[in-house]
Nanobody
């Protein structure tokens, strides 16, 4: 079984910070790639960040310099630290995993994903 469960979303003012967490279990622990994508109400999925192994990270242009992805294997948790949040970051954020290469999370894909956590940035 594959289990991905996100947490940490909420409402913040512009310039604020949030840390999203994704607890994973089952076969997901042996994934090739994990990451985050986000989805707005009426648009497609947009990749945010992905991590291959312990430290091979890549980010969407809008996330570079503001977001940091990390993984804690001891706690089976994936994190997304988000700083300097902007109203355009408002979306549902999903944790995703690719079991094998290639990693398509930055294209809004993934073999598995969780139910999502809402992030709202407004004054």
């Amino acid at each position: 079984q594959v289990q991905l469960v996100e947490s940490g979303g909420g409402s913040v003012r512009p310039g604020g910070s949030l840390t999203l967490s994704c607890t994973f279990a089952g076969y997901v622990r042996n994934t090739y790639c994990m990451g985050w994508f986000r989805q707005l109400t009426v648009t497609n999925r947009i990749g945010v960040a992905r991590l291959i192994g312990a430290d091979d990270s890549n980010y969407a242009g809008f996330a570079k310099g503001r977001f940091t992805i990390s993984r804690d294997n001891a706690r089976n948790t994936l994190h997304l630290q988000m700083n300097d949040l902007k109203p355009e970051d408002t979306a549902m954020y999903y944790c995703a995993a690719n079991i094998r290469a290639p990693c398509n999370i930055l294209s809004g894909g993934g073999d598995y994903w969780g139910p999502g956590t809402q992030v709202t940035v407004s004054a």
